[in-house]
């Protein structure tokens, strides 16, 4: 019955191991936007931008806690190394002493420390977002990627069909030479546009894969992860091009870029309230407890004492009155810089409408051109075929659909991607 069991137990462990082998290899379908979620959660570099936010809360917590009570304790030894005195004709040795010190301070009133923690605060809030923009900068990224596989992917699929209907051809064509039935310069020709095509296919090869590996990088993906794409660009262009996009009002108030130089501006404000508050007073309060844990034969040092701690700014020699000033400067500084781009983003927004208008012209010309110049090689093949036209002007026929649809893809991606660009300056990633 033992001898029974081994094999069978053998067998399973080999089915479950090549069960977990073939789920592993399965590659990871995604569809745009699972694409854009799954590179906000796994990016490289977003995973470091959500640290630095993480490093921002708990600085907040440490100036809030140069406020709260501070409590240390230290514990000395001191030998005097027999050193001695003479008091009133009296000898006095210097005994080995140890103390225990234990020791409590409260800050009471800072106005540095007040305005510290809303420094703190706004700097926090600067690098959320800084980390909101790092993440429109991977969504764009992510997106250009899946774009620039999924136009690859198009060409290279057109080329393929191109490919294998040349071929198709020359080989009728050559196996009628071989028969004399026509002159051998004819496949010959047919035979350079068969290498032209099948070159274009390993450098469209080349490009998918190149995307791909792009795209696995913004994912955060091992080099060898295996990806899937599950949204078409057919489905991407009817949902995202249209002549209204274009027309889209502009709001200054989302763009990321004017948020954060709002910011600087507030900060620029509380650093001017810091340099004022360096003028105030500073209270603090303190207890401390000592116990001598090896006395000396004459102390009168008590165990306890309290006491408070008032510093008083006097006289700097014009320093603080001068960071005051310089205070003074970067807010003017920062309000000008709010209206440079505030101008320059709203050019900038002017310009990427005017690039999506003239895109999208292109697009429908090139769209319609592909239609034609697809219908005239279909039409020349017959032809060819019959033997009506001549292999020069077959080639040169294919030569430009095969110019065409790469224009028509090129053109395509371009006003994809000017129609991202309209969205990210709108923060609508």
């Not at 990871?28 to 640290?51: E, G």
């Not at 091992?222 to 274009?246: F, W």
């Not at 430009?400 to 090129?410: I, K, L, Q, R, V």
Request: glycine letters at 4%; proline letters at 2%; a neutral charge.
């Amino acid at each position: 019955m033992k001898s029974k069991f081994k094999p069978f137990l053998f067998s399973v462990i080999c089915l479950v191991t090549f069960g977990l082998q073939v789920h592993a290899q399965q590659p990871l379908a995604l569809s745009l936007d699972s694409a854009v979620i799954y590179a906000v959660s796994h990016n490289r570099s977003l995973i470091n931008s959500k640290f630095a936010v993480d490093k921002t809360s708990q600085k907040v917590k440490e100036t809030i806690a140069l406020g709260l009570p501070q409590i240390s304790a230290t514990i000395d030894y001191t030998n005097f190394l027999g050193a001695e005195a003479s008091l009133m004709g009296k000898t006095i040795e210097f005994n080995p002493t140890s103390n225990f010190k234990a020791t409590a301070t409260q800050l009471i009133f800072s106005g540095s420390y007040i305005v510290g923690i809303q420094l703190s605060k706004l700097a926090k809030t600067v690098t959320e977002q800084s980390y909101q923009k790092d993440e429109i900068n991977v969504k764009e990224q992510v997106i250009q990627a899946y774009y620039m596989v999924l136009a690859s992917e198009r060409i290279l699929e057109n080329l393929r069909a191109n490919k294998a209907n040349v071929q198709l051809i020359y080989e009728k064509t050559q196996n009628l030479a071989n028969a004399g039935m026509i002159e051998p310069t004819d496949a010959k020709k047919l035979s350079i546009m068969v290498t032209t095509v099948d070159n274009a296919v390993k450098s469209s090869e080349r490009q998918v894969e190149m995307g791909y590996n792009l795209l696995r990088l913004q994912l955060g993906l091992e080099p060898n992860s295996e990806i899937q794409l599950s949204t078409s660009l057919d489905d991407i262009v009817q949902n995202r091009i249209t002549q209204s996009v274009a027309a889209d009002t502009f709001n200054l108030q989302n763009n990321l870029d004017y948020k954060m130089i709002l910011m600087q501006g507030e900060i620029a404000k509380k650093n001017i309230a810091l340099r004022k508050v360096s003028y105030l007073p500073t209270l603090a309060a303190f207890y401390s407890y000592t116990e001598k844990l090896k006395k000396p034969e004459f102390d009168m040092t008590p165990k306890n004492a309290v006491g408070f701690t008032l510093s008083i700014p006097i006289l700097s020699g014009g320093q603080r009155w001068a960071q005051l000033n310089q205070a003074k400067l970067d807010y003017l500084t920062s309000e000008n810089t709010k209206e440079l781009v505030s101008q320059q983003l709203l050019i900038q927004e002017r310009q990427l409408r005017f690039n999506y208008s003239n895109l999208y012209e292109q697009y429908l010309n090139q769209k319609a051109n592909l239609e034609i110049v697809k219908e005239v090689l279909e039409k020349m093949n017959l032809k060819y075929q019959q033997g009506v036209v001549s292999s020069l002007e077959f080639t040169s026929s294919n030569n430009d659909y095969m110019t065409a649809e790469s224009n028509y893809t090129g053109v395509m991606l371009q006003l994809l991607n000017a129609e991202l660009s309209l969205r990210k300056i709108n923060n609508n990633l």
